[in-house]
């Protein structure tokens, strides 16, 4: 079978573009590694114009319903104890609001919203591009354990920071090559957190000189 649309990576990104081609019409093959529920390091805000996408979409609602935390304020610290706080923007009919949303829940919020709009979904380890003709008609990858190949129209490459198909492409460095900017997320959630202003805070510490 011939996709119109492959997308590879279920992400905000992959299943956003799935939700939306979906709608238009077109046959939509969503694919990921991991089975969502899943959860991704993040610092789980969504600001205003994500909240301006969802209703783009048709999910804002889906949302809505939850509950999630509102954050209607940035606050970001300096080592040397600097401190600025900015409200939310009101420009272009944003909200003034944003929400912290566990990504666990937000990437499966959409990726439902994708499949309820037409899209196929399907756990599936993309490998590589299958490049015919100078073209790139499909992608190779791992489905139970077996090497299996799809064919489309037009594929997506969404699989994020470390994309197989972008570096099969010549499209992105593998992170060994930038090694002098990289950084290391560990992300956690605490129960009774005090002093909290009702918003994102952003802190930075001094630099630990043994990390260096
Ligand atoms: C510590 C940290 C905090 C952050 N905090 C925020 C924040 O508060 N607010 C904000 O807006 N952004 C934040 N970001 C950035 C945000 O996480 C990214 O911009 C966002 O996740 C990118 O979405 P994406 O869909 O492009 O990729 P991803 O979310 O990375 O999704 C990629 C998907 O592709 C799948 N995939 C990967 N390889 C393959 C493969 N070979 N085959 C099939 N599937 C594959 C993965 O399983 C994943 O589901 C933060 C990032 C980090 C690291």
């Known amino acids: 079978m011939t996709y119109d649309i492959i997308i590879s990576g279920a992400g905000p990104a992959g299943s956003s573009a799935a939700i939306a081609l979906s709608k238009k019409g077109f046959k939509v093959l969503l694919l990921d590694k991991e089975k969502f529920p899943r959860d ?44 600025m706080r900015g409200k939310a923007p009101t420009a272009d009919g944003l909200r003034d609001f944003g929400w912290v949303i566990p990504r666990k829940k937000a990437d499966a919020i959409l990726v439902d919203h994708a499949v ?16 015919e003709n100078g073209f790139v008609v499909g992608i190779k ?28 492409m010549g499209m992105s460095l593998h992170l060994s090559q930038y090694r002098e900017h990289m950084a290391i997320a560990a992300r956690a959630y605490f129960k009774g957190a005090e002093n909290l202003e009702g918003g994102i805070e952003i802190h930075y510490e001094k630099q630990n000189k043994s990390l260096r």
Request: with cysteine; hydrophobic share 35%; aromatic share 8%.
């Open 116 to 131: 309820d709009n037409g899209a196929e979904l399907d756990e599936f380890r993309v490998v590589e591009p299958i490049i």
């Open 40 to 83: 991704k390091a993040c610092g789980d805000g969504f600001g205003p114009k994500s909240l301006a996408l969802f209703d783009d979409l048709g999910v804002y609602k889906k949302f809505e319903k939850e509950n999630f935390e509102k954050s209607e304020y940035v606050i970001v610290s300096s080592p040397n104890g600097h401190k």
């Open 141 to 168: 990858g791992r489905h139970d354990g077996n090497l299996v190949e799809k064919r489309g129209r037009m594929i997506i490459a969404a699989d994020g920071v470390n994309s197989a198909i972008g570096r099969k």
